[in-house]
């Protein structure tokens, strides 16, 4: 999704936070911890597996 963003300080959030979550995905399947997540005001703790390719929103 692209967003017309003035200040210089918030472009490239989004794309950093995409990334972020990518990284938290890989680290919780290497060393099978949950991954925990934000999910309606809930704290939800989900495994990730090797084959769970399904985004994390």
Known sequence: MKTDIRDKDFQG?????????????????????????????QIIKKKVSTGDKKKTN
């Open 13 to 41: 959030v989004e794309e950093a936070l995409r990334r972020a979550g990518i990284r938290a995905r890989k680290i919780a399947e290497q060393t099978n911890t949950p991954l925990v997540i934000l999910k309606d005001g």
